[in-house]
């Protein structure tokens, strides 16, 4: 950090301290996921449109896609500025370039929905071409660190080298205008070199991030996202309002939406991710790729309340259960994800699994009573109660079995030393 904070001069990226008191997310990084909001809204209203239109397989590949290089640019960069965020200039205009293929993604996704749909040909030169402007922007950022912190000069040069050469793949498929099973057989295996990036340029020396900025850095994505599914809702009560003017359907809908997101956002943080990753460190590749799935499934509840308003608009080719379904089976993803994370990140708690089971077969009931004639509304109702009884179990049983499993990690052996 510059020794002056009020002048941002350019400063040695030396590392930051993993343990610093007080750290959290600076106002670049808050500002640096607004961006983020953009990207979650394009891709969750695509892939509401391909499913009301019945479009199953090319909304699931197209949002899958979209949300793999937002949440996985987002991850990487991140973690970087957890370990050598400067603050200064350079660090500042570097994380512009980034912001710029954010939005260049963005403005992608719509036609990478279309071409799949379409089915000639995959039309992901924008949106690639925005990735690769955000991920040639971070190995800007680690050549940097590399020269100016020589105790990882190693790793730094790995993450630069290997991120630099994946990325030459993907500059092939923005060029190479292919169809489906060509583009998914070049995609595929530089989605395992991403993701296998980190694992091999850390397997020597780790980089000084700091655990509980990364805990608050996931928790503010997650309620980023969460906003989609307050859209979603508003966007589902608009519809019935319009058809049918206020009523208790109306009521029950507005009420569901947006308890459906809180109580979305109350599950999330049951989980002490903070003081869970201090005391595991050696964990944080379990907890930085397990998030993408939750990520990815509070934005496509977002974007199933979006079908939702579809149908009741009478804008959708689909049946009353697949309505359901859209909220129902991302609720259930969000729920089974965040249940892993937790027992493998504090412990594995019967308790705690037997609820997420118990959660999963109302949610399935939900799409039962949709598909037997009841109401949207009402299902929407079930699929938030079922979330509400699964908080008051946490709440009421599993904070003692929370708290001593905590006990017992920072009595124990886990905690790795300090990088």
């Known amino acids: ?67 793999f290089a937002v ?21 500042r205009v570097v994380t512009m370039v980034q912001l710029l293929g954010v939005l260049i993604l963005a403005m992608g996704i719509e036609p990478l929905f279309r071409s799949l749909v379409a089915g000639d040909h995959v039309d992901n030169a924008v949106i690639v071409g925005g990735y690769v402007i955000m991920r040639l922007a971070l190995v800007f950022q680690w050549l940097r660190a590399a020269r100016q912190d020589p105790a990882r000069r190693q790793t730094c040069l790995r993450y630069a080298s290997y991120l630099g050469t994946v990325q030459l793949g993907w500059i092939a498929v923005l060029i190479i205008q292919a169809d489906l099973p060509t583009t998914i057989l070049m995609i595929v295996p530089l989605y395992v070199l991403e993701m296998a990036t980190p694992y091999v340029a850390e397997r020597s020396m780790r980089t000084p991030w700091h655990a509980h900025h990364i805990a608050e850095r996931y928790g503010l994505l997650a309620i980023i996202a969460l906003g989609e599914c307050l859209i979603g809702a508003i966007e589902t009560l608009r519809a019935i309002v319009a058809n049918h003017g206020w009523s208790v359907d109306a009521a029950l809908v507005g009420f569901g939406g947006t308890a459906l997101a809180f109580s979305m956002w109350w599950i999330y943080f049951i989980l002490p991710a903070g003081q869970a990753l201090h005391l595991q ?124 499993a905590l006990e017992h990690l920072e009595g124990g052996a886990t905690v790795a030393p300090a990088e």
Not at 71 to 91: K, P
């Open 1 to 67: 950090m510059s020794p002056n904070p009020l002048r941002h001069a350019a400063a040695r990226m030396g590392g930051r301290n993993p343990h610093e008191q007080h750290r959290t997310a600076t106002p670049l990084e808050l500002f640096f996921d607004l961006t983020f909001v953009i990207a979650f809204g394009v891709a969750g209203s695509q892939f509401a449109h391909e499913i009301a239109e019945a479009h199953f397989g090319a909304g699931l590949l197209g949002f899958s896609f979209a949300m």
């Open 71 to 91: 949440i996985w640019a987002w991850i990487n960069f991140t973690w970087f500025a957890s370990a050598y965020d400067t603050d200064d200039w350079v660090f």
């Open 281 to 404: 460190r050696h964990r944080s590749f379990f907890f930085g790729y397990g998030h993408m799935p939750v990520f990815a499934a509070i934005a496509a509840t977002g974007a199933g309340l979006h079908v939702a308003a579809y149908y009741i608009d009478h804008g959708a080719h689909i049946s009353a259960a697949v309505a359901v379904a859209s909220i129902a089976i991302p609720v259930a993803l969000f729920k089974l994800s965040l249940t892993w994370l937790f027992s493998v990140m504090i412990c594995a708690d019967r308790t705690v699994i037997a609820v997420a089971a118990g959660v999963v077969a109302v949610l399935a009931g939900a799409v039962a009573l949709a598909e037997a004639g009841v109401s949207l509304p009402v299902c929407l109702m079930v699929i938030v109660l079922a979330l509400a009884a699964s908080i008051v179990i946490d709440e009421r049983r599993g904070t003692e079995r929370l708290a001593a």
